[in-house]
């Protein structure tokens, strides 16, 4: 099994800063794109950002030049640093990893759990 352990989240002030974590485990023979997406209440998931195995990232216009998504591939986790946070930013964030696994053979999407992100105006 593979599962998808989120933290980080939490409450801060607009202009503030958070770093939320997605850390896999289990069977993973290789990651490759990891991505964050959120959904704030009433409305569709969004896509946030992505990371992919070659480490080429990208953005949501939306949080381009405050946000930084990156990855540790011996620990198996990837990172959301937040910066200059408005209060349009609150919503749940969620991590998803494709991944290769071992047993059974196959390549899948798995998703966190999600973390609770709320900007104070």
């Known amino acids: 099994q593979v599962q998808l352990a989120e933290s980080g989240g939490g409450l801060v002030q607009a202009g503030g800063s958070l770093r939320l974590s997605c850390t896999a485990s289990?069977?993973?023979?290789?990651?490759?794109?990891m991505t964050w997406y959120r959904q704030a209440p009433e409305k569709q998931r969004e896509l946030v950002a992505t990371?992919?195995?070659?480490?080429?990232?990208t953005y949501a216009d939306s949080v381009k030049g405050r946000f930084t998504i990156s990855r540790d591939n011996v620990k198996n986790t990837m990172y959301l640093q937040m910066n200059s946070l408005k209060p349009e930013d609150t919503a749940v964030y969620y991590c998803k990893m494709n991944i290769r696994r071992i047993f059974p053979f196959g390549i899948y999407d798995y998703w966190g759990q999600g973390t609770q992100v709320t900007v104070s105006s």
């Open positions: 289990g069977t993973i023979a290789e990651i490759y794109t």
């Open positions: 990371v992919t195995s070659d480490d080429t990232t």
